[in-house]
């Protein structure tokens, strides 16, 4: 059974940029574990989506409650799904401030990221533009296509 699971949490120090030693071994372990993972920053906070089977979701938030890079998860989501919805990314990443509106103004300096505040459509509003994005500049090479087998 396939489940997606969106949580935000606080960002611990300056963990903003996903170390590329850390990202390939993510994307490596998501690939293996048939996950699909997309995540989001402004600086303070995280939100994330992991996608896969039931088991393989539950695992892997139980290690991200462990790990020190972040403190305080609220799941803003969870539920059963027919299909992965960011099924093209074994990890996405981008910050907040990474994308613009139409009219050239950083996104960033006018949504407020709140734990206290978002809803799950916010912050699937918002992950699907990390989704977009990649799409959009980072092309095929940087997604990795995960398969039903």
């Given at each position: 059974m396939l489940v997606q699971l969106v949580y935000i949490s606080t960002c611990v120090g300056n963990q903003i940029d996903m170390d590329p030693e850390?990202?390939?071994?993510?994307?490596?372990?998501?690939?293996?574990?048939?996950?699909?993972?997309?995540?989001?920053?402004?600086?303070?906070?995280?939100?994330?989506?992991?996608?896969?089977?039931?088991?393989?979701?539950?695992?892997?938030?139980?290690?991200i409650l462990r790990d020190t890079k972040h403190k305080n998860c609220i799941i803003l989501r969870y539920l059963e799904i027919s299909k992965k919805?960011?099924?093209?990314?074994?990890?996405?990443?981008?910050?907040?401030?990474?994308?613009?509106?139409?009219?050239?103004?950083?996104?960033?300096?006018?949504?407020?990221?709140?734990?206290?505040?978002i809803t799950s459509s916010i912050a699937m509003s918002l992950l699907r533009r990390v989704a977009a994005h990649h799409y959009a500049h980072e092309g095929i090479h940087h997604r990795i296509r995960h398969r039903s087998e």
């Open positions: 850390m990202f390939n071994a993510a994307r490596a372990r998501n690939i293996d574990r048939g996950i699909a993972s997309v995540v989001l920053s402004n600086n303070i906070y995280y939100i994330h989506s992991i996608e896969g089977e039931r088991d393989a979701v539950n695992k892997l938030y139980s290690t919805e960011f099924e093209d990314f074994s990890v996405a990443f981008a910050r907040l401030s990474d994308f613009d509106t139409t009219d050239g103004n950083t996104v960033g300096s006018t949504i407020t990221i709140d734990p206290e505040t």
